[in-house]
């Protein structure tokens, strides 16, 4: 399953929509009746186009859940509200930014931005200081 460019994500280069579409398939494979910001940052820890995976793997986040290969797809899997704020705050941090596309980064600092991350260790990971990187 990709996720196409439509008008919420048109905005979003390809690295992003490598991650939404991960973050899809993690919240089936974990059973979730939604993708969660925890689903995002499990995606966002497996790609490596753009900064926001390798920072976040260098502030010392990992997920203790393993996502491989391919999970059926359910044709509409919403997004949880805590989701839709890190993708909000992801789309605000490339206009603060003066980016014309929302890149992984961006989804890093949103999804840091909206707070816990249930079941991820992260030492030290905050929007702060992966801003800083």
């Known amino acids: 399953m990709t996720v196409q460019p439509s008008a919420p994500f048109a905005s979003f280069d390809i690295g ?9 398939t993690a919240a089936v494979r974990l ?3 939604a993708v969660d910001r925890d689903h995002l940052m499990i995606a966002l820890l497996r790609v ?3 900064l926001g995976g390798p920072v976040a793997v ?7 859940f393993p996502v491989r290969g391919r999970a059926p797809s359910p044709s509409h899997l919403p997004f949880t509200p805590a989701a839709e704020r890190a993708l909000s705050g992801a789309a ?9 596309l929302v890149g992984t980064g961006h989804l890093l600092l949103g999804v840091l931005q909206v707070g816990d991350l249930a ?4 030492a030290a990971v905050d ?3 992966a801003r800083r990187r």
Request: aromatic share 0%; hydrophobic share 30%; proline share 8%.
């Open 16 to 24: 992003s929509h490598r991650v939404l579409t991960l973050a899809r």
């Open 31 to 33: 059973r979730s009746p």
């Open 48 to 50: 490596r186009h753009g």
């Open 58 to 64: 260098a502030l010392g986040a990992k997920s203790p």
């Open 92 to 100: 605000r941090e490339a206009q603060r930014l003066g980016d014309p």
């Open 119 to 122: 079941g991820l260790t992260h």
């Open 127 to 129: 929007a702060e200081l």
